[in-house]
């Protein structure tokens, strides 16, 4: 089966604008995540979706942060306006559903490096 | 909310060596437990998962077991390659949502 597809692989802005990662799952993935990886550290969360509704967006910083999935199949996901700390790794994964024994499929990520 | 602890790395062996990397969670209900990798430059991938108490998985040669009366899971190889010099995660994934420990990065000498 294709892989999560995400695009583009690297993306180089400077502080206060703006940048848009987009995220395709593997079909028939109910549930998408975007995760937010800082070097060095573990992955973070920061939304979640069911089909096309938010299930968490509890870490989300919504004063910059937004992310849509609309029709319940891609993704997009926005910063407006970037910070330096921003600078990270957003990777998108998808699962069959939400329990616990989903496992998650990861795609390959976007590095994103604001200056 | 559900915590997870990994060892500091990051780790160095030699091939053919025995790999322990020691993970330690806290955690509420009854999640299930993962062990991801990240080689150089790819997404996260699944290596291999326990469901319930004292389940052990296995995939590649490597093996965790996740034991609930510890709350660790200890990931182990008895035989390391070159290629397996990647990034280790241990994660939870429960009612809060999938929950990573901040990795294990490993690198194997010839």
């Known amino acids: 089966e294709a892989g999560v597809a995400q695009s583009p692989r690297y993306k180089i802005i400077e502080k206060r604008q703006s940048v848009a990662f987009w995220c395709n799952p593997i079909s028939g993935h109910a549930t998408l995540y975007w995760y937010q990886q800082i070097l060095g550290q573990g992955p973070k969360l920061l939304i979640q979706f069911q089909n096309n509704g938010v299930v968490d967006d509890s870490q989300l910083p919504k004063d910059r942060f937004s992310a849509e999935r609309l029709k319940g199949v891609d993704s997009t996901l926005k910063i407006q306006p970037a910070k330096l700390e921003d600078s990270a790794v957003y990777l998108c994964a998808s699962s069959l559903d939400s329990s616990y024994n989903s496992p998650l499929h990861f795609g390959n990520g976007t590095r994103l490096t604001v200056t | 909310g559900n915590s997870v602890t990994q060892m500091e790395g990051p780790v160095t062996l030699s091939e053919e060596a025995f790999l322990t990397i020691n993970c330690t969670y806290t955690?509420?209900?009854?999640?299930?437990l993962f062990w991801y990798v990240q080689y150089p430059g790819e997404g996260l991938q699944l290596l291999l998962k326990a469901t319930k108490a004292d389940d052990k998985g296995s995939n590649k040669g490597f093996e965790a077991t996740y034991r609930k009366e510890t709350t660790s899971s200890h990931l182990e190889k008895g035989s390391v390659q070159v290629s397996d010099s990647a990034v280790y995660f241990c994660a939870l994934q429960g009612a809060q949502k999938l929950v990573f420990g901040q990795g294990t990065r490993l690198t194997i000498n010839p």
């Open positions: 955690a509420t209900g009854y999640p299930s």
